[in-house]
């Protein structure tokens, strides 16, 4: 394949091109299972190729550990070597999560049944502003006191995080609930007509309902906010009640 802007040679397609310093994929969706990652770069619609990196699954602890970071890391350095607008992600959790702690790209959750058409389904939606604020700067509002103490304030902060995400907006808590169940579980709730959403935080009986502030403008788009904020809560351990 050659750049898409001066025509020179690149060693793989969809290369970020190093001649005239420019970009020559759109996108980068991965496929992931635990012993195999398959990128597929996109350009617009179009397929550009297909890289697939592998590896032996170890067992026990520390070798497995150390095989996972390893393999992450060949996928997180050919994702780099295109620098993508952006990175979609579909399959095993924990080497995603691996992926995303050695790269600084936002990642976004798609259809593992068909993960590929699923983000080309979504070329010509309309693009979300992305917000670069530090998600403790988005966090605000009259009620300060988050339910689950340590766990509340990272599901808080994971969520501010979100690049769509303006603004979180800490609710009074309701300690009054018929919960039973121990442990901090979240979930973003259904989007307005306004793209906004809810962050419910349950603590046993105690909820609190959190008002999220979203770049998107109307429901629809808003409902893809939410889809992605509650793989996001998933993938860190608070589970979707």
Do not use: W
Request: hydrophobic residues 30%; proline residues 5%.
């Amino acid at each position: 394949m050659r750049c898409r802007e001066c025509h020179s040679e690149l060693d793989k397609p969809g290369d970020y091109c190093l001649v005239c310093r420019s970009a020559n994929t759109d996108g980068v969706v991965c496929e992931i299972s635990r012993d195999r990652v398959t990128l597929t770069m996109l350009d617009g619609e179009e397929v550009l190729g297909e890289t697939t990196i592998t590896t032996v699954p170890e067992s026990g602890d520390p070798a497995e550990v150390v095989e996972r970071r390893n393999f992450a890391g060949r996928v997180a350095d050919e994702i780099q070597r295109k620098r993508p607008n952006e990175v979609y992600a579909a399959g095993d959790r924990d080497v995603l999560r691996e992926i995303r702690a050695q790269l600084h790209y936002d990642f976004y959750r798609v259809s593992d049944d068909d993960p590929v058409e699923a983000v080309r389904g979504r070329i010509g939606e309309p693009a979300l502003t992305v917000v670069d604020t530090p998600p403790k700067e988005k966090i605000g509002g009259s009620h300060s006191t988050l339910i689950g103490g340590r766990g509340g304030v990272k599901a808080i902060h994971h969520v501010a995080g979100h690049p769509h995400v303006k603004k979180v907006i800490p609710g009074p808590i309701d300690a009054g609930g018929s919960g039973s169940r121990s442990g901090l579980r979240a979930k973003a709730t259904r989007a307005g007509a306004n793209g906004n959403v809810r962050l419910l935080l349950r603590d046993g009986s105690s909820v609190q309902e959190n008002r999220v502030v979203t770049t998107a403008p109307d429901r629809e788009t808003g409902e893809r906010v939410r889809a992605d904020l509650n793989e996001l809560l998933e993938e860190e351990g608070y589970g979707v009640d």
